[in-house]
């Protein structure tokens, strides 16, 4: 059948569930707005309402069919998600006793039969409508899976599950299946709706699947069983909470019979004991015998009665009947204890009845005393007190009330327990425990019960086991004939298209012989089949032209003869080890084959074997290809190869070597049988190895002859750990075995050391070029500054000569001598940098703890002058260096510290010098605590003549010997420094001139 017409006819189940919920929806939410009771408690009257959002939801399910009957995927996905939100919502809100105010955000709900929460859908509609929410979105974005129809088929069915045994149970009366625990019911209409649309969902799927057998697909099976399951164990729950209800109800039922059974006998004695104090306040002169007759017939009427007390206003027990027995208790001042104390002053404050916690008897056991106070007007005439046993008198409730046997009962007051019947610590079913609160004078007492084993057992059957365990055993009979049905259909039509097809191929066969016999004789290699002893069956023409043998001279000879002597007696071995698993692949992977021509000679060959069934058993078809031609090839291949200069890398599309030269050998250090069949990855240094199969998967995607790395350095690793500077290029090349590439690799250590020479030269000498400008520039601008002076003032002496002055004479001769001595000081410095790198001392070894405690020495008169202090670190390293430039370098800076690291707040000065090995070099530091320098000029101060303190003395010219002698050394000199926090001047010299120094030196 076309596709069309099979989502056509698949469609039609959809379509009606969809029309049928979406009706059910609207016509329920016109109910709620239009308060028409009937549609919105469907045939079961008030028991249960179909909610708001369920109405909603129904419609939303319904929508969402007619949806995908018209593909709309989009909007099925919508609504799918919608309903999901809302079921999802609402099973949180059971989940966790939490209100999302979802419930009545459309609508107020108005009739609240059957629900636990206003406006909320049962707890099984709210999982029926998120089951289904799965199947639309599941529908909506089928593809060809084959285990999606029969999730969809088994989501479905567990719908249906819901909707019918909430029908049953409205047909049994067996409200716990309308619902789980105490929350909202499912309604009749509800129920049929699930029905439908779960129907709807199955017969969908049902539909557009395949079938087996009857109409019926492969997975029906399994959805029944899935349905039936379902049934039966919501049944069974169903079952169970009915049972446990009914526990529940029965518990209840005994706690308030207690309730009212001791509130009325503890009322009747209450009101005896009142009756009795009227009439002594009535009859003041009552004699003591009249009394005592009175409360005896009390006593007589109320067995539970231990004794009647008269108690005098100062709280001693006068009068007691019985006395026999009491005699502890006659003339008891009952103020000695601070309960009874208190009951008897609330009874004479308040003038009404007062029941005393409980209280031992001193006949054994619990007793309570009641209280009433003795009143004429306003006189108080003490009490009457009865005293009754506890246990007594609620055993004889809970025998007159409850079958006391079947209940555990305890009672409590605010303190402590009044009552507890023997079965209180036998019974394990305290979560049923049902409680009532007794009213008394002054005192609330608090009723617990819960059933023991015995009435459990009376109301607990196996009926609930029994429903499942039959629905499980019906539900897998069931399946298993359905399965077994299928199964035996859909064999014989198997059986009858085996045997329709086994006809054809009968008819076939022979074609297909003669086509095989076809296809051998055409084939450019050689063609032998064998039996599984080894003897030759078939050979081809172009078998015959390899070996030289005629077909008659091979066939039924074993296949050992075209196999060279040499090899022969392990062939029959290797024959036996491919039969015992046979497998089509070649043959003598990774080693050379041979065979063997009538003439004697051998040739190379490729050999290929193929398993085939014959009638005869299994045989094995092998092609044999001649390669003298491609073993040639390959041998001038292979000598080309070893003539290149350039070493040669051959490997495979993994990335294994499966082919060197020479010269790869002599520029890695490894030996050829070292590197063949490992991963070329060897050779890359390990910083880039983990980037490197990246790249190499990058070229296999798009393998085109081009150069590796192009921008960028390309490293070798050598066996022996070492790195070198490779040029390498890539050329693809297709072999038997797959794509392979074959890498030519060069080492240019020498080429780029020769550049990187030329780079610096020219670096350096650009920088010479720039250094010069600018030295001539400084030296034209600083040199005639002295000049300009002496003009200025030989002009002014000239003047005074003429005019025959001679008082400023020895003034200007100052000035003059000063200038001049400022000349020479620039053009020794100039002299002093000029040598820098063209005049070098002999090397040695410096302690520089010792070269700076002499510097320091020699500094002393300035440095007392300046109030300033040199603190210099111990065991700074050594170096192998020019004393006299390193001399010069701590000169100046010390020097330099001194003109320009004086705090300006007047503090003294501080200066420090050390020394640390770090990031390959060995560093020297100068620091101070001056004024500091500005970022901006951190460059500036190192150049010529640049003093950022005019009124210092100097030429400006110190910290630029400093760095000249860092250049020459392969160094660098550099300031860290901010304003207001001092400066630190380091210079820095490779670390192979430096050594750790153990000595120590102080200044």
């Given amino acids: 059948m076309p596709r069309e017409d099979t989502t056509k006819h698949s469609s039609c189940p959809l379509l009606i569930s969809g029309l049928l919920g979406t009706a059910l929806g609207i016509a329920v939410l016109i109910g709620w707005y239009a308060h028409i009771e009937s549609l919105v408690q469907g045939l079961h009257g008030p028991a249960a309402s179909m909610q708001y959002n369920t109405a909603l939801c129904f419609l939303l ?85 084959p285990y999606r129809a029969v999730l969809i088929a088994s989501l479905s069915m567990i719908i249906v599950s819901l909707g019918l045994v909430a029908i049953l149970g409205y047909a049994a009366g067996i409200e716990t299946t309308l619902g789980w625990g105490r929350f909202t019911r499912m309604s009749t209409h509800t129920a049929a709706g699930f029905i439908i649309l779960g129907l709807g969902g199955t017969a969908h799927v049902w539909a557009r699947s395949p079938s087996v057998a009857y109409g019926l697909p ?76 009175d409360a005896q017939r009390y006593l007589a009427d109320t067995p539970e009665y231990r004794a009647i007390e008269w108690i005098a206003p100062t709280y001693h027990v006068r009068w007691i009947v019985p006395l026999e027995g009491n005699e502890a208790a006659q003339g008891l001042d009952l103020s000695f204890e601070t309960n009874r104390q208190a009951a008897l002053v609330e009874a004479q404050e308040q003038r009404h009845i007062v029941i005393t916690p409980p209280i031992d008897l001193v006949q054994g056991g619990k007793g309570l005393r009641i209280i009433a106070p003795i009143y004429s007007g306003d006189h108080f005439g003490g009490f009457f007190a009865a005293v009754f046993h506890c246990d007594q008198m609620l055993d004889e409730i809970l025998n007159s009330y409850v079958d006391n046997p079947y209940y555990s009962v305890v009672i409590d007051d605010a303190n402590s327990t009044v009552f507890k019947n023997e079965f209180h610590l036998k019974s394990r079913y305290t979560h049923w425990a049902q409680h009532a609160q007794i009213d008394l004078p002054n005192t609330v007492w608090r009723v617990r019960v819960w059933p023991n084993e015995s009435m459990v057992a009376e109301i607990r059957t196996l009926f609930p086991h029994v429903v499942l365990v039959n629905v499980l055993l019906g539900s897998v009979l069931f399946t298993l004939t359905l399965h077994f049905m299928l199964v035996s259909s859909a064999r014989a039509d198997k059986l009858e298209t085996a045997n329709r097809r086994m006809a054809l191929e009968t008819a076939a066969h022979t074609q297909t012989e003669q086509r095989f016999q076809l296809v051998v004789e055409s084939s450019p290699s050689g063609v032998v089949m064998a039996d599984s002893e080894g003897k030759i069956l078939l050979v081809n023409k172009e078998t015959e032209n390899q070996f030289g043998y005629t077909r008659d001279e091979l066939v039924g000879q074993p296949v050992d003869m075209l196999v060279p002597t040499r090899f022969r007696d392990e062939h029959p071995a290797h024959r036996n080890a491919y039969m015992a698993n046979p497998t089509t692949r070649a043959m003598g992977m990774g080693r050379e084959l041979f065979g063997l021509r009538k003439d004697g000679t051998e040739f190379p060959v490729e050999i290929a074997l193929n398993p085939i069934q014959t009638p005869q058993g299994t045989a094995v078809l092998t092609t044999v290809v001649d390669i003298t031609e491609r073993k040639r090839a390959e041998e001038q291949f292979q000598l080309v190869v070893e003539s290149s200069p350039s070493g040669v890398v051959m490997a495979d599309n993994q990335g294994k070597i499966i082919l060197v030269n020479k010269e790869t050998e002599n520029l890695f250090g490894y030996t050829r049988d070292e590197l063949i069949g490992q991963s070329v990855d060897m050779l890359v240094p390990t910083r880039f190895r983990n980037e490197h199969p990246a790249h190499r998967q990058g070229y296999m995607a798009d393998p085109t002859p081009r150069p590796m790395g192009s921008g960028r350095d390309l490293y070798g690793l050598r066996k022996d750990g070492s790195e070198f500077l490779v040029e390498i290029a890539l050329n693809p090349i297709q072999t038997p075995q797959g794509m392979a590439v074959l890498t030519t690799v060069v080492d240019i250590t020498e080429r780029k050391r020769s550049e990187n020479e030329l780079k610096s030269s020219a670096e350096r000498l650009q920088a010479s070029n720039r250094e010069m400008e600018g030295f001539v520039y400084t030296v034209s601008h600083d040199l005639k500054s002295p000049l300009v002076t002496f003009a200025g003032y030989l002009s002014h002496l000239n003047k005074d000569v003429e005019a025959g002055r001679i008082d400023r004479l020895p003034q200007f001769v100052g000035y003059l001598n000063k200038a001049a001595q400022h000349m020479q000081s620039i053009i020794n410095d100039l002299l002093e940098i000029s040598r820098i790198g063209r005049v070098s001392n002999t090397s040695e070894a410096v302690d520089v703890n010792a070269l700076v405690a002499t510097i320091v020495d020699e500094l002393k008169p300035q440095l007392e002058a300046a109030q300033a202090e040199v603190k ?110 001092g400066a630190k001047f380091w210079i820095a010299f490779p670390s192979q001139m430096g050594q750790q120094q153990t000595s120590t030196a102080a200044a």
Avoid at 70 to 98: K, P, S, W
Avoid at 263 to 291: D, P
Avoid at 942 to 971: C, H, P, W, Y
């Fill in 61 to 145: 399910s319904g929508l969402g069919c007619l949806a995908l009957c018209r593909r709309r995927v989009t909007l099925t996905t919508t609504l799918g998600l919608a309903i999901c939100a809302i079921a999802l919502a609402t099973l949180t809100q059971y989940a966790f006793g939490i209100n999302l105010y979802i419930d009545q955000l459309l609508l107020t709900d108005y009739l609240q039969a059957g629900t636990s929460h206003p406006g909320r859908m049962s707890p099984n509609a709210a999982l029926a409508f998120l089951i289904f929410a799965c199947v639309l979105l599941l529908e909506a974005h089928h593809g060809a899976k």
């Fill in 218 to 293: 492969s997975w029906s099976p399994a959805t029944l069983f899935v349905a039936l399951l379902a049934v039966g164990v919501l049944l069974w729950q169903a079952v169970l909470h009915h049972e446990e209800n009914t526990i529940k109800r029965e518990t209840k039922r005994a706690a308030t019979s207690i309730q009212k059974g001791v509130a009325s006998r503890i009322k009747s004695h209450c009101q005896a004991l009142s009756r009795m104090a009227k009439r002594q306040a009535i009859n003041a002169t009552l004699s003591h015998e009249a009394w005592e007759n």
């Fill in 872 to 981: 210099v670190q111990a065991d700074m390293p050594t170096i192998q260096t020019d004393r006299t430039r390193l001399s010069q370098v701590f000169q100046n800076l010390l020097t330099n510290a001194l003109k320009y690291g004086r705090p300006a707040d007047g503090r003294a000065g501080q200066i420090t010098v050390g020394g640390v090995i770090e990031g390959g070099e060995t560093r020297y530091f100068v620091a101070d605590n001056g004024p500091g320098i500005d970022k901006k000029y951190h460059e500036r101060i190192f150049g010529l003549f640049q003093r950022l303190q005019s009124n210092k003395d100097g030429t400006g010219v110190g910290l630029a010997i400093v760095s000249r002698i860092a250049e020459v050394n392969d160094g660098r000199a550099w300031v860290e420094s901010e304003p207001g926090q």
